[in-house]
């Protein structure tokens, strides 16, 4: 889809939003949503959790509880920004967490007659929403759930705003797979909404992404080149996200879904100029090193770029 904007917002533009999506093992368990108006909006993605309610219900429609935790928290998200009630304060993750879980029980008791008959309904939540009515500065909120994350990148490269709701907390390179993720939005226990809140006074990208997209990739500054290296090669947005998807789709192995919004440009071809020389530098300091082949020296080079790397990754 092509969802190319050009928004005044005093000395702000919102430039574009754009998503990729993919579905793997017939699961279709990701969702996203976005939103803007002329003063603000979110992007955001939603993994539902197959790992731990993979058989589909029928009184789900034959959906499995992830599939329908994703929709569900996508659309519960959507109508909290339409109805005005993302304030930009510590109260926005408290009222998600409250509208979530008021409408999940809502919706177990219409289908559920039984109430020994578990319904989880469990998913990731990764949510940025802006505020660029501003006349000198973008404001950025971060809400996430699990382990779906949230992305600054500017000229200074890709920043993890979120941090991974997971039992074993280990740098993001090398992902492990199936981490044991806590904290997931569900029906039958407690869960919050963690925030962050950042801001800006120059152009930059927004970007979440479930773990089926970041994952496909060994480490972090292989995930930005790919944004920057398609964002490099693409003339259009829609070719850019045509482009992405493409790439991502080569290694992902599970369902995957990123959206990316971009801010204070004039136009595509100055978004694409303000980050050609940040991706020859990714290319140049970190992906043309690459080892080769996994070994034990592999494994070492790698982990030397990465202690250099995630100085700006951690901002």
């Not at 939103?35 to 197959?50: E, L, Q, R």
């Not at 997931?184 to 869960?191: D, V």
């Not at 996200?241 to 192995?253: I, K, M």
Request: hydrophobic residues 35%; aromatic residues 14%; contains cysteine.
């Amino acid at each position: 889809m092509d969802n190319y904007n050009d928004v005044k917002t005093g000395l702000r533009q919102l430039n574009l939003v754009m998503s990729v999506n993919g579905i793997r093992n017939n699961r279709d368990e990701d969702s996203f949503s976005y939103c803007f108006d002329d003063k603000g909006g979110f992007i955001a993605v939603f993994d539902g959790y197959g790992e731990s309610s993979s058989a589909p219900y029928e009184r789900l429609g034959n959906k499995t509880g992830g599939y329908v935790a994703s929709r569900l928290a996508a659309t519960i998200t959507h109508q909290m920004f339409r109805n005005g009630n993302f304030t930009f304060s510590e109260m926005d993750s408290i009222k998600l967490s409250s509208d979530l879980k008021k409408y999940i029980e809502k919706l177990k008791k219409s289908v559920n007659t039984d109430p020994d008959n578990r319904i989880l309904l469990p998913t990731t939540a990764s949510i940025i929403a802006c505020d660029y009515s501003r006349q000198d500065e973008i404001f950025l909120e971060y809400m996430w759930a699990g382990n779906s994350r949230g992305y600054f990148l500017d000229r200074s490269g890709l920043c993890q705003i979120s941090e991974d709701d997971v039992v074993e907390k280990t740098e993001p390179i090398f992902p492990k797979k199936n981490p044991r993720v806590i904290n997931l939005i569900n029906g039958e226990t407690e869960f919050k909404i963690n925030s962050r809140m950042i801001k800006t006074y120059y152009p930059a990208l927004i970007v979440t992404a479930t773990d089926g997209a970041f994952n496909c990739f060994a480490t972090p500054m292989e995930f930005e080149y790919a944004l920057l290296y398609t964002l490099n090669r693409a003339k259009t947005v829609t070719q850019w996200e045509s482009l992405l998807d493409r790439l991502v789709g080569e290694f992902a192995t599970d369902d995957y879904s990123i959206m990316v919004a971009a801010f204070g440009f004039d136009d595509f071809k100055d978004l694409k100029h303000y980050y050609f020389e940040r991706s020859k530098f990714v290319f140049n300091e970190y992906i043309s090193h690459l080892p080769k082949e996994s070994n034990e020296q592999s494994v070492g080079v790698i982990r030397e770029m990465w202690e250099k790397y995630k100085e700006e990754y951690y901002r």
